[in-house]
């Protein structure tokens, strides 16, 4: 598929991968600068206080450039890694997504932007959370697409469950993603805690389920296995790390700064929670590599029903 490399690994793939992780470490950042509460560090955007110039790095200020730098630095990768793409013998959906790449980088640059400029309104900085987790959906699709030994034609086994494997990986997916917006909207106070709690509550169950319905009706596809393990574990201990970081921000909710305990664990929360939506659209990746489509499996009996009779 793309230059040459052993066990699927080649200097593309490598390339892609540092972007996702990249971006990783970008929305780490992110938190960061959301539970210091040091959106408004820096009160201007595209400068730093008037100037091209890295201020110094004290209180939330540290917090805000550390971001913006790394934001920069995922900018040039993303623009690099188009490039790339561009260039070599990917697949055409593998090109146009490192286009759309680029432009939600930029995107998500002016949202930033936005979000400083006036004063951190919800709407946007729910809508600037989002559309990282979604950037980094976006690079870790690439980091897998770019494998010398991705296949979307592998041997396909029967969707004989109901509801659907494949319809099941959708709405779990998707779930992830609408979890992840409301996750956004509490951290910013559009609404309280429930809708989030209970989103939590609709994403376990389904991931619950997408487990049971591999191991119970798919055990013998080995590539499914793996990925539902993951999916659960991630899913388990994102939802301990909701009610701990609540608990704790509860109890510190007189304090007159953000408390180094709160800040570890909501920003670990927010990391394991951008791992959620990977290991969620890997699953669904996984899924349609090795579960065919229900219509191809009527057009498969219609044409074996016409070669009988």
Known sequence: MNDNGENGVSWLHRFAALVACATFGLIIAGALVTSNEAGLSVPDWPTDFGKFQIPPMVGGIKFE?????????VALLTIALALWLWRSKSPRYVKILGGIAVLAVIAQAVLGGIGVLFYLPHLVTIGHATLAQIFFSIAVSLALFTRTDWRWDEPKVPDITSPSL??????????????????????????????????????????????EMVFNKYSDVQGLK???????????????LGIVAYAMKLDAAGAAQPLPGVVIITTTHVAVGALVVASSLFMTYQVFKYVAPRRAEHAVAADAGKVTA
Request: aromatic share 12%; glycine share 8%.
């Open 65 to 73: 450039i550390t971001h913006r730098l790394i934001a920069g630095t």
């Open 226 to 240: 793996i990925p539902a393990v993951l999916l659960v574990e991630v899913v388990v201990l994102q939802f301990f």
């Open 166 to 211: 494949r319809g099941l990986a959708l709405f779990t997916t998707a779930a992830v993603l609408v979890q992840v917006i409301m996750g956004a909207a509490f951290r910013y106070n559009s609404f309280g805690i429930a809708p989030h709690f209970l989103g939590g509550v609709v994403v376990m169950l389904s991931v619950l389920w997408l487990f």
